[in-house]
């Protein structure tokens, strides 16, 4: 299993630092983590975890619990998986809190580290742990508030049970067991430091004395207007007296103040007299507490100026760096410039090489040999060089201007031939239609006269109760179209010859023969409706 010795060996090997300073920068981040949980806040370490307290508002209670997660970037950049089930919480669910800041962890809560030390430091955990976790090893790391553990790329972290004792929570079951602790950041002085302090007295570093040889008094300290104020009882000892500077610098500060301990007749008379022993003492413990603010201010100031100091220097160092980048970038454009002109160089040099050596080998054989040759035959044999390559090119030019001419021709021929096809078609199709325009309208004149003499027909055998035997002949005929018109009178008698009348058999036989006709014109019809229905096919 992964522990915390073995992470502090990998990152001080890595960093080629030394043990007790990768030690150090482990214990600074503990300190700061577990100062800033002892006062319900929360730190935010980039890139690594957020560590503090959650809050639960449940009606008018506030309950606040422990929490700790690895953030998502750590996660996804070493393929992790935080516990399932665990919701992303709000900002206004956990309580206030800040970044981790280096310069207040090396300053505030170590020896000698620096703030590029805890910062690079603390990335080299950082990374460290993520690979370790990705390889997928157990891990378990302690820390102040517990330990973080990693199982099959996994991590969680378990509090100690000290954790939730106070906050008043129930213990869990799967509390951390761990016995680390940060070193200590102050050690409690020794003989020299307290030397180099140069403190006098019978009783130094304590709070209240009692001599056997005198009375015995009760000193009380209290806090009064930002200072420690040491209260006594109102007892005198005449024998426990200070000196004549103690008494002038406090009479001096009481003046400056606007006060005065001694009495109107006497600051009248110019006269002064000892002061009684409490307000001597309360004295010099408002000095004292007064020393020791001047004293912390003065240690403040000179950790803003180290800060301020640190501050440049780094500013300095990235300054430098920068130019450092920017020399090193020009050196190799400088050197990449250098390398183009040297291939320049090659190649040209390769080119005239070669050229050189064309030359040398052009010159080398012996053909053609021109001077072997007498000057009239090579002049007769250039003229019929050329001739016959007039004669080739003016016969490929008369084939070329041919082959244009035949293929001018082939597309004229070819025009004709659809122009005379598209007028054939243009008046196959114009008699086409105009043959179907007859055919329709001698259907429609046929079924118009078939549809004139069925109807005369219905009109006829309509009004046939109401004529006389003698004229129903007439009227059938009529109807159908067969009794000649010529023959009939306008005026006069309505009585026929006997040739048009009725023959024997009635209006019977003319209805007979009447159906027998109609029967003939519809099948014509038929037909025509065939012929046209053909013809449109």
Same mark, same amino acid.
């Given at each position: 299993?992964?522990?915390?010795?073995?992470?502090?060996?990998?990152?001080?090997?890595? !960093?080629?630092?030394?043990?007790?300073?990768?030690?150090?920068?482990?214990?600074?981040?503990?300190?700061?983590?577990?100062?800033?949980?002892?006062?319900?806040?929360?730190?935010?370490?980039?890139?690594?975890?957020?560590?503090?307290?959650?809050?639960?508002?449940?009606?008018?209670?506030?309950?606040?619990?422990?929490?700790?997660?690895?953030?998502?970037?750590?996660?996804? !950049?070493?393929?992790?998986?935080?516990?399932? *089930?665990?919701?992303?919480?709000?900002?206004?669910?956990?309580?206030?809190?800040? &970044?981790?800041?280096? #310069?207040?962890?090396?300053?505030?809560?170590?020896?000698?580290?620096?703030?590029?030390?805890?910062?690079?430091?603390?990335?080299?955990?950082?990374?460290?742990?993520?690979?370790?976790?990705?390889?997928?090893?157990?891990?378990?790391?302690?820390?102040?508030?517990?330990?973080?553990?990693?199982?099959?790329?996994?991590?969680?972290?378990?509090?100690?049970?000290? $954790?939730?004792?106070?906050? *008043?929570?129930?213990?869990?079951?799967?509390?951390?067991?761990?016995?680390?602790?940060? #070193?200590?950041?102050?050690?409690?002085?020794?003989?020299?430091?307290?030397?180099?302090?140069?403190?006098?007295? =019978?009783?130094?570093?304590? /709070?209240?004395?009692?001599?056997?040889?005198?009375?015995?008094?009760?000193?009380?300290?209290?806090?009064?207007? *930002?200072?420690?104020?040491?209260?006594?009882?109102?007892?005198?000892?005449?024998?426990?007296?200070?000196?004549?500077?103690?008494?002038?610098?406090?009479?001096?500060?009481?003046?400056?103040?606007?006060?005065?301990?001694?009495?109107?007749?006497?600051?009248? =008379?110019?006269?002064?007299?000892?002061?009684?022993?409490?307000?001597?003492?309360?004295?010099?413990?408002?000095?004292?507490?007064?020393?020791?603010?001047?004293?912390?201010?003065?240690?403040?100031?000179?950790?803003?100026?180290?800060?301020?100091?640190?501050? &440049?220097?780094?500013?300095?160092?990235?300054?430098?760096?920068?130019?450092?980048? /920017?020399?090193?970038?020009?050196?190799? #454009?400088?050197?990449?410039?250098?390398?183009?002109?040297?291939?320049?160089?090659?190649?040209?040099?390769?080119?005239?090489?070669?050229?050189?050596?064309?030359?040398?080998?052009?010159?080398?054989?012996?053909?053609?040999?021109?001077?072997?040759?007498?000057?009239?035959?090579?002049?007769?044999?250039?003229?019929?060089?050329?001739?016959?390559?007039?004669?080739?090119?003016?016969?490929? $030019?008369?084939?070329?201007?041919?082959?244009?001419?035949?293929?001018?021709?082939?597309?004229?021929?070819? &025009?004709?031939?659809?122009?005379?096809?598209?007028?054939?078609?243009?008046?196959?199709?114009?008699?086409?239609?105009?043959?179907?325009?007859?055919?329709?309208?001698?259907?429609?004149?046929?079924?118009?006269?078939?549809?004139?003499?069925?109807?005369?027909?219905?009109?006829?055998?309509?009004?046939?109760?109401?004529?006389?035997?003698?004229?129903?002949?007439? $009227?059938?005929?009529?109807?159908?179209?067969?009794?000649?018109?010529?023959?009939?009178?306008?005026?006069?008698? #309505? $009585?026929?010859?006997?040739?048009?009348?009725?023959?024997?058999?009635?209006?019977?036989?003319?209805?007979?023969?009447?159906?027998?006709?109609?029967?003939?014109?519809?099948?014509?019809?038929?037909?025509?409706?065939?012929?046209?229905?053909?013809?449109?096919?």
């Amino acid at each position: 299993m992964y522990r915390l010795p073995n992470l502090i060996d990998d990152v001080a090997k890595k !960093a080629k630092m030394k043990r007790s300073q990768a030690v150090e920068i482990w214990d600074t981040f503990n300190r700061y983590v577990t100062h800033s949980f002892e006062q319900n806040r929360c730190v935010n370490v980039t890139n690594l975890c957020k560590v503090g307290w959650t809050i639960e508002r449940r009606g008018s209670g506030v309950t606040y619990r422990p929490h700790f997660q690895l953030l998502h970037p750590f996660l996804e !950049a070493f393929a992790l998986e935080w516990r399932k *089930g665990t919701r992303d919480l709000a900002e206004k669910d956990f309580a206030p809190g800040e &970044e981790l800041n280096f #310069s207040k962890a090396a300053i505030r809560f170590s020896n000698s580290l620096t703030k590029d030390q805890m910062f690079s430091g603390l990335k080299l955990f950082r990374n460290q742990l993520g690979e370790v976790m990705s390889t997928g090893q157990q891990v378990s790391v302690d820390m102040e508030l517990g330990q973080l553990i990693c199982r099959d790329r996994r991590p969680d972290f378990v509090f100690v049970a000290s $954790v939730y004792k106070r906050s *008043g929570l129930p213990i869990p079951s799967d509390v951390a067991d761990t016995e680390y602790k940060p #070193s200590a950041t102050f050690a409690a002085p020794n003989a020299s430091d307290l030397a180099m302090l140069r403190l006098k007295g =019978s009783a130094t570093g304590k /709070m209240g004395n009692s001599s056997s040889d005198g009375p015995s008094t009760a000193d009380t300290y209290r806090r009064e207007g *930002g200072a420690e104020v040491m209260s006594v009882l109102p007892e005198e000892d005449p024998g426990d007296t200070l000196g004549d500077d103690d008494i002038e610098r406090a009479a001096k500060q009481h003046s400056l103040a606007g006060r005065s301990d001694f009495g109107e007749g006497s600051m009248a =008379s110019g006269t002064s007299q000892h002061p009684p022993l409490s307000h001597r003492k309360q004295e010099r413990a408002y000095q004292e507490a007064l020393d020791r603010h001047i004293s912390d201010m003065e240690g403040k100031a000179a950790e803003a100026i180290k800060e301020r100091e640190q501050w &440049e220097s780094h500013l300095g160092r990235c300054i430098q760096q920068e130019r450092d980048d /920017m020399q090193h970038k020009r050196q190799l #454009s400088m050197q990449n410039q250098e390398f183009l002109r040297q291939q320049m160089d090659w190649n040209e040099r390769r080119r005239g090489a070669n050229r050189d050596s064309y030359m040398a080998a052009a010159g080398t054989h012996d053909f053609p040999k021109l001077a072997e040759i007498p000057g009239p035959e090579v002049k007769e044999r250039t003229t019929m060089t050329k001739q016959a390559l007039k004669h080739e090119l003016d016969k490929q $030019v008369s084939t070329n201007t041919a082959m244009k001419r035949m293929q001018k021709e082939r597309e004229k021929a070819l &025009e004709a031939r659809h122009l005379q096809q598209n007028a054939e078609e243009m008046v196959a199709l114009q008699q086409l239609e105009h043959h179907k325009k007859e055919l329709t309208k001698q259907a429609l004149r046929e079924a118009w006269g078939g549809a004139t003499r069925i109807k005369n027909l219905e009109r006829a055998i309509e009004n046939h109760s109401g004529v006389a035997p003698n004229q129903s002949h007439l $009227v059938f005929a009529t109807a159908t179209g067969d009794v000649d018109r010529s023959g009939l009178r306008t005026s006069g008698s #309505s $009585v026929a010859p006997k040739s048009a009348r009725t023959p024997r058999g009635g209006a019977a036989r003319s209805l007979a023969l009447h159906r027998d006709e109609m029967l003939g014109k519809s099948s014509s019809l038929n037909r025509g409706g065939q012929l046209i229905s053909g013809i449109r096919v």
